[in-house]
């Protein structure tokens, strides 16, 4: 089943901005999941990030 996780505008700058910074995707999702104390408190998957793309 697909994940039907929000990513909150604030969560989708971020993203964004380490794409523009060359950063891989999951390299930014780990930095995140480690800014908020793992990937449960993240609220999206690698996934989601990568859906996130082809919603923009």
């Not at 697909?2 to 950063?23: L, M, N, P, T, W």
């Not at 995140?32 to 990568?50: E, F, H, I, M, S």
Request: charged share 20%.
């Amino acid at each position: 089943m697909a994940s039907q996780r929000k990513i909150s505008e604030v969560q989708a700058f971020e993203i964004e901005a380490a794409d523009d910074s060359g950063i891989m995707p999951k390299a930014a999702h780990e930095l995140a999941c480690r800014q908020v104390g793992g990937p449960l408190n993240l609220g999206y998957t690698c996934v989601d990030q990568k859906n996130h793309f082809w919603t923009v």
